[in-house]
């Protein structure tokens, strides 16, 4: 059983669409973290959330903390070709020092 | 500065045959993880070096897995007789810190900041 269950798997979509990814789980999170990965590349840390119903901006990312600490969104607004990749999602849960992580949305952004 | 590196970048090996991955860390980070990804799989974590602590080895899957940090830099993480089921991207990455850090909010764990990967391949 995955800990963390991201949806969409898989999102095709074209430039200026807005989309929203999933990150759920039955467990309770101290943290939670989402990258995005580059065919080729190791994942790259875009944003960590903290603290429960919190949300963060970053330019046309908008990410959210689930009010009860066990899932998180990201929305994505206008995409362009360069917000390709795979998005991850990766929570630190109580007593453990390490990240669990979800399988990825993998999103492609079409001109 | 230089980021995390690895090498080799592929590996194609036979089954039954012992491989090493080496990676080297950002100077100066004293934690460095090792995970690994499968096709269609998330990153499953195998191992993680704090400073001078032992190592947590709670994700390592099988006993041929082993891994080793020397002089607190490089790191090399040793595959015994291989099999096909080993076949996947090897990620490394290195923080700061490691581990839960609390500073007067919810623990987090500090940025870590991965490599480019090993892809290993068992025939």
């Known amino acids: 059983t995955q800990l963390l269950e991201q949806s969409p798997q898989f999102l095709s979509i074209q430039e200026g669409e807005n989309l929203t990814v999933y990150c759920n789980s039955s467990?309770?999170?101290?943290?939670l973290q989402w990258y995005r990965q580059e065919p080729g590349e190791g994942p790259v840390l875009l944003v960590t959330?903290?603290?429960?119903?919190e949300v963060k901006k970053l330019k046309r990312l908008t990410f959210q903390f689930g009010d009860a600490r066990k899932d998180s969104s990201l929305h994505i607004t206008a995409a362009q070709p360069g917000d390709t990749g795979l998005y991850l999602c990766?929570?630190?849960?109580?007593?453990?020092?390490?990240?669990?992580f979800g399988k990825g949305t993998m999103l492609l952004v079409s001109p | 500065g230089a980021g995390v590196s690895q090498s080799p970048s592929n590996k194609v090996t036979e089954k039954g045959k012992d491989v090493e991955l080496r990676c080297d860390p950002i100077?100066?980070?004293?934690?460095l993880y090792w995970y690994r990804q499968s096709l269609g799989q998330g990153l499953e974590f195998l191992i993680y070096f704090q400073g001078n602590s032992a190592p947590d080895k709670s994700g390592l899957p099988s006993d041929r897995f082993s891994a080793e940090r020397t002089g607190g830099s490089v790191s090399t993480l040793t595959i015994q007789r291989t099999q096909q089921e080993d076949s996947a991207v090897y990620l490394c990455a290195s923080s700061i810190v490691g581990g839960r850090v609390t500073s007067g909010r919810a623990p987090y764990t500090d940025t870590q900041y991965f490599g480019p990967g090993t892809r290993l391949t068992v025939l």
């Open positions: 100077s100066g980070h004293t934690a």
């Open positions: 990766a929570g630190l849960r109580k007593g453990y020092s390490t990240l669990t």
């Open positions: 959330v903290v603290t429960g119903g």
């Open positions: 467990s309770v999170f101290s943290s």
